[in-house]
């Protein structure tokens, strides 16, 4: 166990000292920003033409690949998200000064953004179904032929549900700010930063909290076609006026919450534990 938390330790403090590692996470971060940019482009086009690239991480990636040299943001975005992810995690172990609850939500975005890497890192390696609703469909029909595969669907439901709750209770108190180094910054620009976090996180979570709920159904219903992705979702919103009124407060929520995106890619101390 000493070993293993001396090499911890001695990680944690190497990932600290190196400005590569450094930019690499904030490169994270960015193509973060990046992401939700394209999804506010696709789910605009959804609202004009009702048409277009899917509005999900498939179409984002397949805007970008479409262009000449596509693949390197895509791969330098799998890259951004590993060093992110694995410096949350290091900083949530290295940080004592942290409460434990901080630590933990620190560790949970690290190991989230580890798995976000999937995305990027398959679309480079030639795979194109991931992040597709047909994808997310056939791996619910999986899960629902398991003997367990029912309280796994559900369970996942709840714990997708319970991190879009998280992420709300977390912008509404403004934990994000905790370790941004804003200290010395003007006035007007740590108010930004709390009304982008404020507004953008709380955006995204609430539109990604129906995944959940309908996970949750497909479930009960053991039917795979319940389990919409955010596609899904967004195709369901642009059938009516009201729904495509909605899709505009969505595409201006990602729009909020890239822009704190990119001001966490300037501001946020990646290894710091909280």
Partial sequence: MQVTDGVLRRASEAVRASRTATVLAATGLIARAGFYLLLVYLVVRVILTNGGPPANAAGALETVASTPLGLIPVGLAAVGFVVFGLSRLLGAFRDRSASVLSRGTTALQGLFSLVLTEVPASYVLGSRSTGTERQQRMT??????????????????????????????????????????????????RLLIRVTGRVGITARALVFLPMGVLLIVAAVDVDPSKAKGLDGTLSTLAQNVWGRVLLGGVAAGFTVFATYSLLEARYRDVDAGD
């Fill in 140 to 189: 619910t029909d999986r899960l629902l032929t398991l003997p367990a595969g029912r309280v796994i669907l559900v369970a996942v439901g709840l714990i997708f549900i319970g991190t879009c709750v998280w992420q709300v209770t977390t912008a509404a108190r403004t934990g994000f700010t905790e370790s941004l180094r804003t200290d010395t910054s003007a006035p007007w620009l």
